[in-house]
């Protein structure tokens, strides 16, 4: 399958502040799926992108895929303690099914 | 309310045991999937099934089983051949990813530890 990296693994915010985390492949990405996953609990699909460059909003919370479809990327603005939890980005694995990179932990401090 | 039902939500094993964790959805989805979760670590592919009867390994198979009798039940099992199953346990399931992968949707998970 498709490896992907992420980074940071960590992320340590101010509440208000920008959170920028990135995914990479070294192969062209069919596709990326974005997953949120709270502490002490199981990931929730966020997203979907497919198409090179494309630009999806879902609030403060913005995901682009890569002209080249190798990397994609999640911003967030203006964090709220309600973002904390770990985002994953997740590419084409064996088979049919996903593989998702190691995330990234976001804590945000009031 | 459809979702993925997981149990039990925490499982103790001894040494030499095998144990079975319980995965059921009510989704009428097709494929279901089985992943590890270890600190820090992403979530990593142990098997995943398209249609009843029939499942594939993922990247880290060894040590586990599945059956797939019923497209609602997906059980996963710990064997002895599995010296570091301490781990948090991920079911989910989506709709076929064709022509293009689907969400999936996760179950709140097992965490299984060693006694």
Redesign the interface.
């Known amino acids: 399958?498709q490896q992907v990296m992420?980074i940071p693994?960590y992320q340590h915010v101010q509440e208000g502040e920008d959170f920028t985390t990135y995914c990479n492949s070294s192969t062209t990405l069919?596709?990326i799926?974005w997953?949120k996953q709270r502490p002490g609990?199981?990931?929730?699909?966020l997203i979907?992108l497919?198409k090179s460059g494309e630009v999806k909003k879902q609030k403060r919370l913005t995901f682009q895929f890569g002209e080249a479809k190798k990397n994609s990327s999640l911003h967030i603005t203006a964090t709220q303690t309600t973002d904390v939890g770990t985002y994953?980005c997740a590419g084409?694995?064996?088979?049919?099914?996903?593989?998702?990179?190691?995330?990234t932990s976001l804590l945000v401090t009031p | 309310d459809g979702g993925i039902t997981q149990s039990p939500k925490y499982l103790f094993r001894k040494e030499g045991q095998n144990v079975t964790l319980s995965c059921e959805q009510n989704l009428n989805h097709d494929a279901m999937y089985w992943y590890r979760q270890d600190p820090g670590q992403g979530l990593r592919l142990i098997y995943y099934s398209q249609i009843v009867n029939d499942f594939q390994k993922g990247d880290i198979a060894e040590g586990y089983s599945v059956s797939r009798e019923k497209k609602e039940s997906f059980p996963l099992t710990v064997t002895s051949a599995q010296k570091n199953p301490t781990a948090f346990y991920l079911c989910a399931s989506s709709i076929l990813p064709l022509p293009s992968y689907q969400p999936q949707h996760f179950g709140d998970g097992t965490r299984l530890s060693i006694l």
């Open positions: 399958g992420q693994q069919s596709n799926q997953y609990g199981h990931p929730v699909f979907q497919v994953f084409m694995g064996s088979g049919y099914a996903l593989n998702f990179g190691k995330g």
